[in-house]
Antibody, heavy 121, light 109 residues
Framework: EVQLVESGGGLVQPGGSLRLSCAAS????????MHWVRQAPGKGLEYVSA????????YYAESVKGRFTISRDNSKNTLYLQMGSLRAEDMAVYYC??????????????WGQGTLVTVSS | QSVLTQPPSVSAAPGQKVTISCSGS????????VSWYQQLPGTAPKLLIY???KRPSGIPDRFSGSKSGTSATLGITGLQTGDEADYYC??????????FGGGTKVTVL
């Protein structure tokens, strides 16, 4: 059974840092790209960042570029999101999600339960 | 402001049908498959439809998807109280990112 379990969320002051983790199991983690997707309170889903299967390529939404860093440790089956210079607008539930990429298809077949990041003084 | 446009809400009585539209452009829906996600209150999104009209194992055939040009539609027939949720469309965009709609809340009257 595929499982994605996020951790590391919490309360952080504006300008602070936080590292999120996503522990994966039930599939060959090292062969899949992975994403972070967030959802602000009462809002829709927003792509945050993506990383290819071996960590050699990373991608970011403009809103987090230069402040967030995605990485992975395939030996530990774990995805990370290092968040810095946090702003009030970064407050959200952060989900890790596994994408399936097929030709012109791109969808997320598994999602974690999410971890809440609260940015407040 | 989401890249894909969905109506904020739709509603119908139990047993009826609802449809949810998702409008995009040639940069996204027009050249890529569309997926749909169901988010029950307080839970993570769940894949409902992929590649426009395919259902993952375990998703009942009351849920259907279609695409035409730069728009897509999710249909739910035989509406049940358990279908009350937020529904999101998603696809790939030429800006090299996944994009989503703003979500549609389905209410069973």
């Amino acid at each position: 059974e595929v499982q994605l379990v996020e951790s590391g969320g919490g309360l952080v002051q504006p300008g602070g840092s936080l590292r999120l983790s996503c522990a994966a199991s039930g599939f060959t983690f090292s062969t899949y790209a992975m994403h972070w997707v967030r959802q602000a309170p009462g809002k829709g889903l927003e792509y945050v960042s993506a990383i290819n299967f071996n960590g050699g390529s990373t991608y970011y939404a403009e809103s987090v570029k230069g402040r967030f860093t995605i990485s992975r440790d395939n030996s530990k089956n774990t995805l990370y999101l290092q968040m810095g210079s946090l702003r009030a607008e970064d407050m959200a539930v952060y989900y890790c999600a596994r994408p399936r990429i097929t030709g012109t298809g791109y969808y997320f077949d598994y999602w974690g339960q999410g971890t809440l990041v609260t940015v407040s003084s | 402001q989401s890249v894909l446009t969905q109506p904020p809400s739709v509603s119908a009585a139990p047993g009826q049908k609802v449809t949810i539209s998702c409008s995009g452009s040639s940069s996204n829906i027009g050249n890529n498959y569309v997926s749909w996600y169901q988010q029950l209150p307080g839970t993570a999104p769940k894949l409902l439809i992929y590649e426009n009209n395919k259902r993952p194992s375990g998703i009942p055939d009351r849920f259907s998807g279609s695409k035409s040009g730069t728009s897509a539609t999710l249909g739910i027939t035989g509406l049940q109280t358990g279908d009350e949720a937020d529904y999101y469309c998603g696809t790939w965009d030429s800006s090299l990112s996944a994009v989503f709609g703003g979500g549609t809340k389905v209410t069973v009257l």
